[in-house]
């Protein structure tokens, strides 16, 4: 299977703090991408990293990309209670397919 | 835009009964994906169209699944006969070109079968 895996499973701090989410993946890949969902609701594209980039900012997020270890990670710096929700990392189907497989994703709690 | 448009946001329904699941995707956007999702599987890719046609199907569960998109701007996924193991989340979701620039994704349709 080429679904990811995030880590951790779940994830709580106090708002203001900073959360990091790891994803690994299994195939090479030419980028791979961060998904929030918040509870009752669809999956929200967050940001995009290719393959040839090794780090790359979106407001409060720094997404870093490591091929050779087939790793990613989501750092939310100054969290707030609205940043509460599960975080998915997805990659593209290698073998031509136009889809993308979703990771398991962290659930992260901001406590106020 | 609205965004992806999925009815109903909710559906209970009876063991054996027909549920349709509708979906509007964004205007412009040339694929379509149906995704399941559930607690313990989390999100399962069902079936995706690409210019309205199904391009793969291989995780639709079974042939009481079946998906149609008539034209560019509607989609429906068909359970028939309806079980209590399809309960979930379905989602739909679109996308402007490959899945290399993102998927935008529907609130989801809630289905309880009891």
């Known amino acids: 299977s080429q679904q990811g895996e995030e880590d951790p499973q779940a994830l709580s701090i106090q708002e203001g703090e900073n959360a990091t989410m790891n994803c690994s993946y299994k195939t090479s890949i030419n980028n791979l991408q961060w998904y929030r969902q918040n509870s009752g609701r669809g999956l929200v594209h967050l940001i995009l990293?290719?393959?040839?980039?090794r780090e790359k900012h979106s407001g409060r997020l720094r997404v870093t990309l490591d091929t050779s270890k087939k790793s990613s990670s989501l750092l939310i710096t100054a969290s707030r209670a609205a940043d509460t929700a599960s975080y998915f990392c997805?990659?593209?189907?290698?073998?031509?397919?136009?889809?993308?497989?979703f990771g398991t994703g962290t659930r992260l709690t901001v406590i106020p | 835009d609205a965004g992806v448009i999925q009815s109903p946001r909710h559906e209970v329904t009876e063991m054996g009964q027909e549920v349709t699941l509708r979906c509007k995707p964004i205007?412009?956007?040339?694929?379509l994906f149906w995704y399941r999702q559930t607690m313990m599987r989390g999100l399962e890719l069902l079936i995706y169209f690409n210019n309205n046609v199904p391009i793969d199907d291989s995780g639709m569960p079974e042939d009481r699944f079946s998906a149609k998109m008539p034209n560019a701007s509607f989609s429906t996924l068909k359970i028939q006969p309806s079980e209590p193991r399809d309960s979930a989340v379905y989602f739909c979701a679109s996308s402007a070109r490959t899945a290399n620039y993102g998927y935008t994704f529907g609130s989801g349709t809630r289905l309880t079968v009891v």
């Open positions: 997805a990659t593209p189907d290698q073998t031509g397919a136009n889809n993308l497989f």
């Open positions: 990293i290719r393959s040839n980039e």
């Open positions: 205007s412009g956007h040339n694929s």
